[in-house]
């Protein structure tokens, strides 16, 4: 690259950023382009780097990295800038996940709970932990070294008072799961009742557009349709399943089907009845419901005209009457109750370790009942903290890297 100036990159400062020209092999300016420099280790990856700002574009873009290419450079693997940044200590291997979840973030609550995570508060809680392990492992170590002595430097009381007290950290944070991944991953509302209901009005009504076929013909919808909606910066995850009802027609059977096994994970069931209509379809079982009845303006919007549960939203998908109350409702009847950890946790990988980590600490509880020598409460709390060591990446696998790093997009 040409340089205004003609003073070369190499002799930059770190934190500069430097106008000039990109040159094509036979020396010609493809673009004028900015340089920024960063030295190692205050860049993101922990190395020398360079970033070129062009103006944009891919025909201008593709040459010029083309260019780079023929220069010996390579197209970064996916995540590879993020990796090298966890290889070189710069950040830990929690709060690289975290980049990848900022980066797919969808929602507000998604993007506070990655950037918490980005910043190490887990990883901070986490370490804590640890640190908290390491000093009961090491005072049992002190009391084996006296055993012969019958030196007792840590009472059983109180190994098992510390350890319970860890223990309940750890499921406080297992059980916060819950409500992080419905941050993470937003939360899944499945509209459901029998055919002609208006199902798909209600739908396109809560989207503000129409995504759902409309027709009077009971059992237009035949197979899920799902959009997303952001209600208080929170995600929802609307499906529109086929009516429920006994079918002949080969088709609407098998969407009849999916809709059925859809219900089983889904997080909230919005069940719609028509006001004009007696039937109902069964209610589902184990999971939470709301309560739906559409077609309220065909009962003069009187309540006194129907049969409605007390907590039924009365709405009219065709008129818009009842639609900002029923996305309150589904809010209200979504948010799960607040975690009491002082974190929360998003990543299934994290639940797994904290889970096997709770798991080695319920085994070393036992030995410690059961009157048994240090040894054996020591193998566990250290297996204990190798599973949380696992989460910020002090001990990993290279499998366990490969399948973080390989989600992340080119670039990241």
């Known amino acids: 690259a040409g340089h205004r100036g003609r003073h070369p990159l190499r002799m930059a400062e770190t934190h500069t950023a430097h106008v000039g020209s990109f ?156 409500q992080g991944r419905i941050y993470r991953d937003g939360l899944k509302v499945l509209l459901v009742g029998d055919p002609n209901v208006g199902k798909s009005s209600i739908l396109n009504s809560l989207l503000d557009k129409d995504r759902s076929i409309v027709t009077h013909v009971p059992g237009t919808t035949r197979d899920l349709i799902e959009e997303n909606i952001t209600i208080d910066g929170m995600l929802f995850r609307l499906v529109d399943t086929a009516g429920l009802r006994e079918s002949n027609d080969l088709v609407e059977s098998e969407g009849i089907r999916r809709t059925r096994a859809e219900m089983e994970s889904a997080d909230l069931i919005v069940r719609i009845r028509d006001c004009t209509q007696s039937h109902r379809s069964p209610p589902p079982s184990g999971i939470p419901l709301l309560e739906v009845m559409n077609k309220f303006d065909l009962v003069g919007y009187d309540r006194t005209n129907i049969s409605a549960p007390d907590e039924a939203v009365l709405i009219s998908a065709k008129t818009g009457y009842g639609i900002d109350i029923l996305k309150k409702k589904i809010a209200e009847r979504s948010h799960p109750p607040a975690a009491a950890a002082d974190v929360t946790l998003s990543n299934l990988r994290h639940l797994r370790c904290l889970e096997e980590a709770a798991k080695r600490l319920e085994n070393a509880l036992e030995s410690v009942r059961n009157g048994m020598s240090g040894e054996f409460v020591l193998v566990d709390l250290r297996g204990a903290m190798h599973s949380l060591e696992m989460i910020i990446g002090v001990v990993t696998t290279e499998e366990i890297l490969n399948s973080i790093f390989s989600k992340f997009c080119i670039g990241k």
Do not use: W
Not at 63 to 81: D, S, T, V, Y
């Open 23 to 178: 040159l094509d092999e036979e020396g010609a300016a493809i673009d004028e382009v900015v340089a920024t420099v960063f030295r190692e280790p205050h860049s993101y990856t922990g190395e020398n780097s360079v970033e070129i700002s062009c103006h944009g574009g891919p025909f201008l873009s593709r040459k010029i990295l083309r260019q780079l290419l023929a220069l010996g450079a390579r197209h970064a693997e996916p995540g590879e800038f993020t990796k090298r940044a966890f290889l070189n200590g710069r950040i830990d291997l929690a709060q690289a996940e975290a980049v990848a979840d900022l980066i797919r973030a969808t929602s507000e609550s998604a993007r506070k709970l990655s950037l918490d995570q980005l910043r190490g508060r887990l990883s901070h809680k986490v370490q804590e932990l640890k640190e908290r392990l390491l000093s009961l492992c090491g005072s049992l170590e002190v009391e084996l070294d006296f055993a012969e002595e019958g030196l007792a430097v840590v009472p059983a009381e109180q190994t098992l008072a510390a350890v319970t007290a860890l223990k309940a950290e750890i499921e406080r944070m297992i059980a916060s799961y819950a």
